[in-house]
């Protein structure tokens, strides 16, 4: 089946410092890639997306690579803000397999001073 | 800018106690989701709906679940008879299309909490 796996947080940093947040998938076709955060008491938002291999998604200063050697959709982000705590999902949707987002767990970040 | 709407933003219940989550879409979207969270947990999809129908529906979405559309604007999630497990937070989400790239609009949640 189609599954997404993310690095397990809390992940603690300071501001300014650099942000990686592994995620890496299976899936059983061609799977369009999504990094969702959800800031305290807020719905799930969309951070950035790739639908293909090799394509870059990015805003707010947060970058994914598709990657489908090797199954990864790293998040990452050179200087992350205290206004970046949150909690980040990786996910993916199957192309031509329906339309249901299969989420990881969540990886929350919190950035102190 | 448009935006998901829930309500209650928490509900408290007894087990055996039917509950009704509301949901309002963005106003020009054609497709709405449930999904839920258990605490812990990964967000997993529920059911998918479209032209006042279920188009897809997980494993989870038994016969204790029903989504509804009563009107133009609401899209509810009821669960008839609740269970200890049913305690998560859920989630309401809409999309204009069912492609791959399509994004989803989640609304805040809400958290059902089964006594």
């Known amino acids: 089946g189609n599954s997404v796996t993310q690095m397990e947080g809390p992940v603690t940093l300071s501001e300014e410092a650099f942000l990686t947040i592994n995620c890496t998938y299976t899936?059983?076709?061609?799977?369009?890639l999504f990094w969702y955060v959800q800031y305290p008491g807020e719905g799930l938002q969309l951070l950035l997306k790739?639908?293909?291999?090799?394509d870059k998604g990015s805003n707010k200063g947060f970058e994914a690579t598709y990657r489908k050697e090797t199954t990864s959709f790293h998040l990452e982000k050179g200087s992350v803000q205290v206004s970046d705590s949150a909690v980040y999902f990786c996910?993916?949707?199957?192309?031509?397999?329906?339309?249901?987002?299969?989420f990881g767990t969540g990886t929350q970040l919190k950035v102190e001073l | 800018e448009p935006e998901v709407t829930q309500t209650p933003s928490h509900q408290v219940t007894q087990m055996g106690q039917e509950v009704i989550l509301r949901c309002v879409p963005i106003s020009n979207h054609l497709y709405f989701y449930w999904y839920r969270q258990i605490l812990g947990q990964k967000v997993e999809f529920l059911v998918s709906f479209y032209n006042n129908e279920i188009s897809e529906k997980s494993e989870i979405f038994d016969d204790q679940f029903s989504v509804e559309r009563p009107d133009g604007s609401n899209f509810t999630l009821k669960i008839r008879s609740t269970k200890l497990e049913d305690s998560a937070m859920y989630f309401c989400a809409s999309s204009q299309r069912t492609s791959g790239a399509d994004t989803q609009y989640f609304g805040p949640g809400t958290r059902l909490t089964v006594l």
């Open positions: 899936a059983t076709g061609y799977p369009s």
């Open positions: 996910a993916l949707i199957l192309t031509g397999g329906g339309n249901k987002l299969t």
């Open positions: 790739a639908t293909k291999a090799d």
